[in-house]
């Protein structure tokens, strides 16, 4: 009878520890993590590839490099290329320069002729006032000469009458003769008068028609100055063309430099295309070219992955959803066998919206349970946790 109750004791205890390992856990799954493959993004020979699988790499870690040698002789040819351009752009504008130099001249020019005229205008109206007032001063000879011949005509006169008084003996020859005299006298005055203001008459119009010449003259000049005004304008336009060429050309060479900077930026991308760097920390987990391989645009490397943070794949059933929330801490169980393995915080990062079908190697709180959700957690590693190891998860 004891040994019934013993036998009794044993499986009650038994069962009560195999309830406990029930509880340990709500769900299991498996680990996983992000995994990139790394592509070449140059074409050409792979020169160095200086990674092993299972090596940890860093973010940012340059491993290995491709054939840059004709990318880098063409960035050379480029750069030569934009020397010269600038060395053009420089003698054109040294040349803007010397044409701004060449309208700044031709304007002072301008300006000169300009000044010219205005004291050829000056000149002219001086002409025209001394002309006026010297034609003034021309003496008109009728009134100079009338006052003499007044005289004459007067002693003309006195000559009939004093000759009728000497005819009828009143008085003596002498008068007569006296009168006579006199108008020899003003007759000869008369002449020399009439020869003396006919020669300053003439003196008076040589000289305005000297005046008149001269501003004829000036009227020349004027002309000349003008047409001199005309040819600088003609060089001010040649020199405008010349500039507007200038402009041109500076417009075209800035459009080459634009585009060798272009096609500078193109290559320097491209040169650093050959360069092979580790967009995040993590594991090499594959390795699929070997140095002295060509490679083309694409084609696959290496592959990493960031072991550093894992991503536990669990499954629960609909009873379990109602205790399971995008954000939940939860506890995360490695198994290592044997009842061996590590506790983990996790999070729950992500609920799967529809059902599945069990998987076959997940087995889940109720194991008659066909439908299940599946849920990701992230971990933290320290180093522990391996890609496709076991775990349990309690919520």
């Known amino acids: 009878m004891k040994k019934h109750y013993l036998i009794l004791l044993v499986a009650l205890l038994s069962m009560a520890s195999c309830s406990e390992k029930e509880q340990a856990h709500d769900a299991t799954g498996t680990f996983e993590t992000e995994e990139v493959t790394i592509s070449a993004k140059a074409a050409g020979e792979l020169l160095h590839l200086d990674i092993m699988e299972g090596d940890a790499v860093k973010e940012g870690d340059v491993v290995g490099h491709i054939e840059s040698t004709m990318l880098q002789l063409q960035k050379n040819q480029l750069s030569t290329q934009l020397s010269q351009f600038e060395a053009d752009e420089k003698d054109l504008l040294a040349g803007h320069a010397q044409l701004d130099a060449n309208i700044g001249q031709l304007d002072a020019s301008q300006g000169q002729l300009d000044a010219n005229i205005r004291q050829i205008e000056v000149e002219k109206r001086k002409v025209d006032y001394t002309e006026s007032a010297t034609a003034s001063t021309k003496l008109d000879l009728e009134k100079q000469l009338g006052v003499i011949r007044q005289q004459i005509a007067n002693q003309q006169r006195e000559l009939q009458r004093f000759t009728e008084l000497y005819n009828d003996g009143a008085v003596a020859r002498k008068q007569v003769d006296d009168i006579q005299y006199s108008i020899s006298v003003l007759q000869k005055q008369l002449v020399a008068t009439e020869d003396q203001l006919r020669s300053v008459n003439n003196s008076i119009d040589r000289q305005v028609e000297a005046m008149r010449l001269d501003k004829a003259g000036a009227d020349?000049?004027?002309?000349?100055?003008?047409?001199?005004?005309?040819?600088?304008?003609?060089?001010?336009?040649?020199?405008?063309?010349?500039?507007?060429?200038?402009?041109?050309?500076?417009?075209?060479?800035?459009?080459?430099?634009?585009?060798?900077a272009v096609q500078q930026e193109q290559l320097d991308q491209q040169i650093e295309n050959t360069v092979v760097t580790c967009p995040l920390a993590g594991t090499v987990i594959e390795?699929?070219?070997?140095?002295?391989?060509?490679?083309?645009?694409?084609?696959?490397?290496?592959?990493?992955?960031?072991?550093?943070?894992?991503?536990?794949?669990?499954?629960?059933?609909?009873?379990?959803?109602?205790?399971?929330?995008?954000?939940?801490?939860?506890?995360?169980?490695?198994?290592?066998?044997?009842?061996?393995?590590?506790?983990?915080?996790?999070?729950?990062?992500?609920?799967?919206?529809?059902?599945?079908?069990?998987?076959?190697?997940?087995?889940?709180?109720?194991?008659r349970a066909d439908l299940v959700y599946a849920v990701k957690i992230a971990v933290k590693n320290d180093g522990g946790i391996k890609i496709g190891m076991y775990g349990k998860v309690k919520f």
């Open 220 to 260: 020349t000049r004027i002309d000349g100055v003008v047409a001199q005004k005309r040819g600088v304008d003609a060089q001010k336009a040649g020199v405008d063309a010349q500039k507007a060429g200038v402009e041109a050309k500076k417009e075209a060479l800035q459009a080459q430099k634009r585009n060798i």
């Open 287 to 367: 390795k699929y070219v070997q140095p002295g391989e060509y490679m083309s645009v694409g084609k696959p490397m290496f592959k990493l992955a960031d072991t550093q943070h894992m991503i536990m794949r669990a499954y629960i059933t609909s009873s379990q959803l109602e205790r399971v929330k995008v954000g939940q801490k939860v506890a995360v169980m490695t198994d290592y066998g044997n009842d061996q393995g590590k506790t983990y915080e996790g999070k729950v990062t992500w609920i799967a919206s529809n059902a599945e079908f069990t998987p076959k190697t997940i087995l889940t709180e109720d194991e």
